[in-house]
């Protein structure tokens, strides 16, 4: 089975950084996503680590340890727009099937 | 964006009702999803369609009925739900659903309520 653990509600303040962890337990592991979600709408794509290391895009940068099971994402210089809940999920190796944790709720306060 | 469409937005339906969910994409994916969001719950897989042949139920009950007449339109059909069904039910699309075929883009959902 798999089992995807982050925390579930965050606050942090405009212009500040916040880091959203998430760890994870599975067999058959190919890679780890990141969506955000805003209230009511579509999971949209932020990121895809797949080995281990860094990936920046802008504001947005993702980590993957697969040794430890455990990624991360980095919010820099917070916009009020980045209010929503943050959703790591686990890629099986076969099937192209996604396994999400329960998401992180992201308050950005002025 | 406007990728992966869903109808209709808001549905609400008695527990003998039959009534179906509609999802198009236009992205020439040939892999399709159905996920369910409940409240306090993580995104649950339901179905994978690749190429029009489903390749995954994870367990779903039959009152749930999906059905897959090309790679673009993906249909889930429902009849005799329970309240419980209610929640938020979330289309998605990607390249293929073999391993690791591309990031799955999603369709706005349709907020489900079963009374």
């Known amino acids: 089975g798999q089992n995807i653990d982050q925390p579930t509600e965050m606050t942090a303040t405009e212009g500040a950084i916040v880091q959203i962890n998430c760890t994870y337990q599975t067999s058959g592991f190919n890679g780890l996503f990141w969506y955000q979600q805003h209230a009511g709408e579509a999971p949209t794509f932020l990121s895809y680590n797949v080995l281990d290391g860094l990936e920046e895009k802008g504001r947005f940068s993702s980590f993957l340890s697969r040794s430890k099971g455990y990624s991360y994402l980095l919010l820099k210089e917070l916009q009020m727009k980045d209010s929503a809940s943050y959703l790591c999920?686990?890629?099986?190796?076969?099937?192209?099937?996604?396994?999400f944790g329960g998401g992180t709720r992201v308050l950005v306060k002025p | 964006e406007t990728g992966v469409t869903q109808t209709p937005r808001h549905l609400v339906m008695g527990m003998t009702n039959k009534k179906s969910l509609k999802c198009e994409q236009h992205?020439?994916?040939?892999?399709m999803y159905w996920y369910k969001q409940s409240a306090k719950k993580p995104l649950e897989l339901m179905f994978v369609?690749?190429?029009?042949?489903?390749?995954e139920n994870n367990s779903v009950p039959s009152r749930f009925s999906p059905e897959c007449p090309n790679s673009s339109h993906l249909f889930l059909h429902l009849h005799t739900l329970q309240p419980e069904d209610s929640a938020l039910y979330l289309c998605a699309s990607s390249q293929e659903a073999r391993s690791y075929s591309g990031t799955q883009y999603f369709g706005p959902g349709t907020r489900l309520t079963v009374l």
């Open positions: 992205l020439g994916h040939n892999a």
């Open positions: 999920a686990v890629l099986k190796a076969a099937g192209n099937k996604l396994t």
């Open positions: 369609y690749n190429f029009k042949e489903q390749t």
